[in-house]
Every structure is written in C-alpha cells, then in structure tokens.
C-alpha cells in the first residue's frame, strides 16, 4: 500500500511538472467600427509562465509579470490612446484599449514566456482593423527630415494643458525630459537604426498615469558631412604623400648632381 501511494503522488508530481504551456484563445475584436469608444482584448492561457507581453506589430505596450513589484507596466503606441488593464492572473490577462484612431489597426501578438529553466515560449497573432475614428494625438513639430554626427536633434509637442508629457526616442523613455515640452538630444549614428538608417521620436500624453494619445515622427541619418569630412582627410593624406615623393625625388637628383 506505502509502494502504491508513493507511485501514485510521484505521478502526481509528474503530472505538474508536465503541465501544458499554451495560450487557448486570443480574442482580439476583428473589426472596430466608428463610434465604438473602446475595445476589449483578452490572452488565455494554460501555463506557468514567467511573463507576459503584449504586440501591436513590433511595439510591445503592455507586460505582466507574475509576483513583481509593480507586477504591469505600459507602453505608448500609435493609435491607442489608453490601455487599461481588467484583470491579469493565473488563466487570462484581459486589457481595454481606448481613445483608438485607424492607426490603431494591426497585428496584435500575445507571447508568454517561462525565462527560468525549463525555458519555454508560445505565442498567438490577431488582427484589428479600426475604421472612422478621428485622430487624438499630440501635436509634434519641429524635426529635421535628417541629422548628421553632432547635430541637435530637437523637437516640440503640444498637448492638454492638463496632461504630462512623455518623450521616446526608438521606443526607450527619455526620463529626464519628462514634462518638458522640449526635446534636445545630440545627434549620433549609435542611436540611428536599420537600413536606411532611421530614429523615431514619439512624443506621449499622460492623465493620471494612463496614456491619452501620442504622436510619433521618424528622422533619418545624414552620413554626408561624415563622408565629406573622410574624403578631406584622405585627400590631405594623399596631398602629404604626394609632397613627400616629390621631396625624395628632388633630394636625389641634388645627390647626383654633387
């Protein structure tokens, strides 16, 4: 009898240690159509993961984090106004998405991820299309269409009075500009991405803590004062060169000369 309940409770241990790592249903409304304030967006789930994350495209906007301290967190994306969480726990993490503009159209991806060993990882893509929703968004002005190395890469933006402003370069909060209706950042190559190389400078809403609209302008690297400059030095390089061969060849003829 002991034989038999010590197999049955290491099955049992078995059986949880098996757990399955899917997400079931991702209910992601197909179309949004206009007058519709806001929608509903739930990932369920049967997993023992370690974090969660939601996608519109590439842009994550929403972690959850089982047991950490502050256990969600929120990101600005194009279109979406606020993102509000309902419920985040064992079976499904549910999110309402309001303030919407067509721009909130897209891909949207749930991923669940266990980053601890056993590492695992699953994820699920809906798409949203939004229609006849006017735009709510900052106002973001003053950037050049192209920066070169050391250039001031400056720009303004504009919201309700009553609102604190967020500023984003790729994504990545610049915090110590936080409130200010200003952004001035050197320009550098480091901070220019993919090819054609490109930043992107968003500039947010918040009210309360929530996100109320956003804006985003993109930027592109100007390679050509660089270039320039290299071909200047290679061409006073070449000049030195030069200069130098004409100096031996008239040492020698003075030597056979003598």
Not at 56 to 75: D, L, Q
Not at 174 to 197: D, Q, Y
Not at 239 to 249: K, P, R
Request: proline fraction near 5%; charge should be positive; charged fraction near 20%.
């Amino acid at each position: 009898m002991l034989v038999l309940t010590l197999f049955l409770t290491a099955a049992a241990c078995a059986g949880a240690r098996a757990r399955s790592f899917n997400i079931t249903h991702l209910i992601v409304p197909e179309v949004v159509l206009p007058g519709q304030p806001d929608v509903d967006i739930e990932c369920r789930y049967d997993a023992n993961f370690t974090l969660l994350s939601w996608f519109k495209g590439s842009n994550e906007f929403f972690r959850y984090r089982p047991g950490a301290a502050p256990s969600t967190r929120s990101f600005p994306i194009l279109g979406v106004g606020t993102v509000e969480m309902l419920a985040c726990g064992p079976t499904a993490c549910r999110l309402r998405l309001g303030s919407l503009t067509e721009e909130a159209t897209g891909l949207y991806r749930c991923d669940i991820e266990r980053d601890v060993p056993p590492y695992k990882f699953e994820t699920r893509t809906a798409h949203m299309e939004v229609h006849g929703h006017q735009h709510r968004r900052p106002l973001l002005e003053g950037l050049a269409e192209e920066y070169g190395e050391g250039d001031t890469i400056q720009a303004y933006c504009r919201g309700a009075p009553d609102s604190e402003l967020r500023w984003y370069i790729n994504g990545q909060e610049v915090e110590n500009m936080r409130g200010s209706t200003t952004l001035k950042r050197r320009s550098s190559r480091l901070i220019f991405l993919g090819l054609p190389p490109t930043v992107t400078v968003q500039c947010a809403e918040f009210r309360y803590g929530k996100i109320y609209g956003s804006k985003e302008m993109k930027t592109r690297w100007n390679g050509v004062g660089q270039m320039r400059q290299d071909d200047t030095h290679m061409k006073n390089q070449s000049n030195t060169l030069i200069g130098f061969s004409y100096l031996g060849m008239l040492l020698c003829l003075l030597k056979l000369n003598m």
